[in-house]
DNA sequence: TATAAATAGGATAAATTTGTCCGAAATAAG
DNA sequence: CTTATTTCGGACAAATTTATCCTATTTATA
């Protein structure tokens, strides 16, 4: 579904949405450490969120990566798809066709049209608030 | 969401089951031509499909592949891509974690479930002779 | 039986994705 | 101003996916 830096990107965003929360930054090494991921690639997704505004970056001693807090509802998970991954996952045809829609649809275009569309819904719907405060709560978790 | 490999298969077995209608074999040039793969990858991937017993080979002289035409509307998509893919698409966490489910869900678990489902039956659902007679009607296209 | 046509399958190459390493640039604090 | 800390960014390496090529095997027909 999603790339595997995508994936790493996604986890990190909401790692540190939940330590934003508490006005905390927080480097590569501990989002490797809590999100279970390569550490020098993790640290190369975050300079791509950075890059595209997802998140914010201080350097120096005492840096580290930030969320705006004000601004932790309305990212959505999209913006962190699109940084990494591009918007083909819920736009581009199912097939791999380059021309693809209502007039020259491939075999399974009106079949994967509902399916892209609920994806696309939901990445656009679901704020990085929302899944930070499931994290935090301990009712979701971010590595096994 | 499918890999390069998934969509050949999914297109090349959509061609041959148009043809299987007519009581013609097929060899992988014609379908490579037809959905416009590379012909030796097609080649591998039509393996696969064989192996999995999601189409019939006769090997020889006036061979090639086709799909018993009483088994068209029995082969649903799931069949194609679980034999190249796996079903990791419909099964598996989105954010990558090996355990995610109810008791221990990852950040989008719950969100992720209602979309995994919906394609899951989708695939489960639409039937090789469904998609074939779009292609043969002329509703769908194999290639731009 | 010989031949031509066709799939099967291994070896290999190219491209992309995933992952590592290290020096440069920036910055807070002493 | 110096130092320690931290992100930035380029070069490189490993792994996986995508793609090609060639030979072996099978089989219908002459």
Redesign the interface.
């Known amino acids: 579904?999603?790339s595997?830096a995508c994936?790493y990107g996604?986890?990190a965003a909401?790692f540190i949405a939940t330590q934003s929360y508490e006005g905390k930054r927080v480097g590569p090494k501990a989002i490797a450490k809590e999100i279970d991921s390569p550490q020098a690639f993790t640290a190369k997704i975050l300079q791509a969120l950075v890059k595209e505004g997802v998140v914010t970056s201080v350097k120096g001693a005492y840096g580290g990566f930030e969320i705006d807090r004000g601004l932790l509802s309305q990212i959505k998970?999209a913006a962190v798809v699109n940084a990494i991954d591009g918007d083909h996952?819920y736009k581009g045809c199912?097939?791999?066709?380059?021309?693809?829609d209502a007039n020259?649809?491939?075999?399974?275009?009106n079949?994967?049209e509902?399916?892209r569309n609920?994806?696309k819904n939901?990445l656009e719907q679901?704020s990085l608030e929302e899944?930070?405060l499931?994290?935090k709560s301990g009712?979701?978790?971010?590595?096994?």
Chains 1, 2 share one sequence.
């Open positions: 579904m999603f595997k994936e996604i986890k909401i998970l996952i199912g097939l791999g066709l380059h021309t693809c020259q649809p491939c075999p399974v275009h079949k994967f509902v399916i609920d994806l939901m679901t899944l930070a499931g994290v009712a979701a978790f971010l590595r096994v």
